[in-house]
């Protein structure tokens, strides 16, 4: 079962992808989360990736293709995957359909740009495991503080708001044709993204199960 979630910058995509692929027992692939790491370790994806990272733009198609065709041959992903973040452009899709394994389902969760705005101004990360908190809906144990890890929370660069804006406009115009691509081939499914993280939860898992042919929910 291989799954892509796609959803604007602050729909809260990254948490519940985690909590999905936990739970379906598939590898979670956060395009996001690779480059963040790459950037820490200084790599050279990391230094080429920082540029477009803090200008709330999107890493080369070329680099980001590379990325995903192996990270997708990782024996984690035997039994599926769930991307987060990829495929963001038409020829990533094109690629990932010419040449990775078979995509089952896209799901887009749907939420207003500006509930994106308000989310991601709250949104707190952990500095070392890049886990995410909102005071509200998920605030840490001890305040400024990673519960796992114990790491400080910082505002991500790119959650800035003026990156912020930049990135929606991205994702309006670079990402959103993907809803088209996919509802050609009869792949997309919609979700609400505007209640509560666990109803959103239970939709989502509610029409994975609805679409694909797995253990019951
Ligand atoms: P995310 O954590 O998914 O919001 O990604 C953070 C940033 O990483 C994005 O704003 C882009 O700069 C970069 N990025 C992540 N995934 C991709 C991708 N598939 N294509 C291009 N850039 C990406």
Redesign the pocket.
Same mark, same amino acid.
């Given at each position: 079962m291989n799954l892509v979630l796609m959803g604007p @910058?602050g729909s809260g995509k /990254?948490t519940q992808c985690s909590r999905l692929a936990a739970e379906l027992g598939i590898a979670h692939i956060? =395009? /996001? !989360?690779i #480059? +963040?790491q790459a950037v820490k370790g200084n790599t050279p994806l990391g230094k080429e990736?920082s540029v477009?990272?803090q200008a /709330?733009? #999107?890493?080369p !198609?070329e680099t980001?293709i590379r990325i995903v065709e192996e990270r997708v041959q990782q024996k984690d992903c035997e039994k599926g995957f769930l991307l *987060? /973040?990829? @495929? +963001? =452009?038409i020829p990533?899709a094109e690629m990932l359909d010419a040449t990775g394994p078979q995509i089952d389902c896209v799901i887009a969760l749907l939420v207003d740009a500006e509930e994106c705005v308000r989310r991601v101004a709250n949104r707190k990360t952990c500095s070392q495991c890049g886990l995410t908190y909102n005071p509200v809906t998920h605030p840490p144990r001890k305040n400024g503080k990673c519960d796992v890890c114990g790491s400080d929370l910082i505002l991500r660069v *790119?959650d800035q708001p003026e990156t912020m804006r930049e +990135?929606l406009k991205v994702y309006s115009q670079m990402t959103e044709p993907l809803v088209r691509y996919y509802q050609k081939s009869e792949r997309l499914a919609v979700a609400d993204g505007m209640s509560q993280p666990e109803n959103i939860l239970k939709n989502l898992k509610n029409l994975i199960y609805s679409r694909l042919p797995v253990r019951g929910s």
């Open positions: @910058p /990254g956060s =395009t /996001g !989360d #480059l +963040r990736a477009y990272i /709330g733009k #999107l890493v !198609d980001m *987060d /973040g990829f @495929p +963001r =452009t990533q *790119d +990135r």
